[in-house]
């Protein structure tokens, strides 16, 4: 599939990968820490920043009813009222400008993930170059419509998504504008095990729908994304605080600066290291050649003298004649006097 260009980005594997560090509710309520995490992220030398555009008003109901309490034991948020947990975990919809502004003061591009048709006008009011959608809004095909309808490319977390629902997804977003896509292998589960990862998932998902295709990763440390770049993903989304210990929603399965600049690096690594089917040696390997072994006489031999085991020796360095030539060498007579370490060449024969 073709690259796509992300404001002044290119996305593809021409390119490096595309690192977005995500907020989400790891600045704790406080605008500064946000500003913080903003100023953190520019000095890691990710490509991006991601915020979350929601309050708990838009995303839920403020209700006790079991359906609107988290019931699982896997969970971090286990036993907590949806409500609740978005009222803690939102970014104050004011703090978006200057946020925003804030990221290009410090050279990084910035965008959002709307969770509801609202966000959307509200982010697109404020020039967000490309919209976000999550992994749980891969279904609510009305709000990837209107996001899609802006125009601005899109990208989609498809954590739990199935083939039939990843394509829907797709389709509605081609069908209500959005030429470029990319879609975000994603395990939704908080933090994940990176035995759920399933990476080989990037380069089918590639396949089937003729997009860019990178991961959202919420397992622990860097070594599930920088695979993943082998494994052909172009863009890395990873949440992003200045310290776990102070806590946080997301903090748990969140990388600290020093981590994030990790990453920056070792999947610019990853990504040099693909290159292409190649056997016989680099041009940066041709010196290593003379580390390999060759036929070398182990003593001063005359000419007419018979070539033994006890006159030559395969050994390093490998300036000599190829060992595959031992065995044809052996009970031969010398042509010529040969000294001991001198090369020898099948003219010696």
Same mark, same amino acid.
């Given at each position: ?16 990968p595309?690192?977005? +560090? @995500? ?7 406080s ?42 034991d896997?969970?971090l ?6 409500h ?8 104050p919809?004011?703090?978006? /400008?200057?946020l925003? +502004? ?22 697109d009011?404020l ?17 990837? /419509? ?18 039939? @629902? ?10 209500a ?18 035995s759920?990862?399933n990476?080989?998932t990037i380069?089918?998902m +590639?396949r ?6 990178g ?17 052909g ?11 776990r210990a @102070?806590?946080?929603?997301?903090? +748990? ?18 990504w ?11 041009e ?5 050649? /003379? ?6 006489p182990s003593?001063d031999?005359? @000419?007419?003298?018979i ?11 490998g ?8 065995a ?6 010398a ?12 003219d010696?024969?």
């Amino acid at each position: 599939m073709s690259s796509i260009k992300i404001a002044d980005r290119l996305i593809g594997q021409d390119a490096e990968p595309f690192i977005i +560090a @995500e907020m989400s509710g790891n600045h704790n309520g406080s605008k500064e820490r946000a500003l913080e995490i903003v100023r953190a992220a520019a000095q890691c030398g990710v490509d991006c920043l991601k915020f979350q555009t929601y309050t708990a008003d838009t995303l839920t109901l403020d209700s006790d009813l079991d359906d609107f309490v988290i019931r699982d034991d896997k969970s971090l948020w286990n036993g907590r009222r949806l409500h609740d947990l978005y009222q803690e975990a939102h970014t104050p919809w004011e703090w978006h /400008a200057d946020l925003f +502004a804030a990221a290009a003061e410090h050279g990084v591009m910035a965008f959002s993930t709307p969770f509801d048709e609202t966000a959307v006008d509200f982010l697109d009011s404020l020039g967000v170059p490309m919209f976000k959608i999550a992994s749980f809004e891969l279904t609510h095909l009305p709000l990837i /419509a209107k996001a899609a309808a802006t125009g601005k490319p899109l990208i989609m977390s498809t954590g739990m998504g199935t083939i039939d @629902e990843i394509e829907e997804a797709v389709t509605t977003a081609r069908s209500a504008g959005a030429n470029d896509i990319v879609l975000l292998k994603c395990t939704s589960q908080y933090p994940a095990d990176a035995s759920d990862a399933n990476l080989m998932t990037i380069p089918d998902m +590639a396949r089937r729908f003729g997009v860019q295709v990178g991961l959202s990763d919420h397992t622990a440390g860097t070594g599930v994304a920088v695979a993943a770049v082998v494994h052909g993903a172009t863009v890395i989304e990873k949440h992003f605080t200045l310290s776990r210990a @102070e806590g946080g929603v997301d903090s +748990a399965f969140s990388l600290e600066p020093w981590e994030m600049k990790l990453l920056k690096e070792e999947t610019r690594r990853a990504w040099l290291s693909r290159g292409t089917v190649h056997y016989g040696g680099t041009e940066n390997e041709k010196n290593s050649r /003379a580390f390999r072994q060759s036929i070398y006489p182990s003593q001063d031999i005359q @000419e007419g003298e018979i070539f033994s085991r006890a006159n030559l020796k395969i050994c390093r360095p490998g300036t000599s004649l190829e060992p595959r030539h031992f065995a044809g060498l052996l009970g031969k007579p010398a042509r010529r006097a040969i000294g001991k370490g001198e090369r020898l060449t099948l003219d010696d024969l």
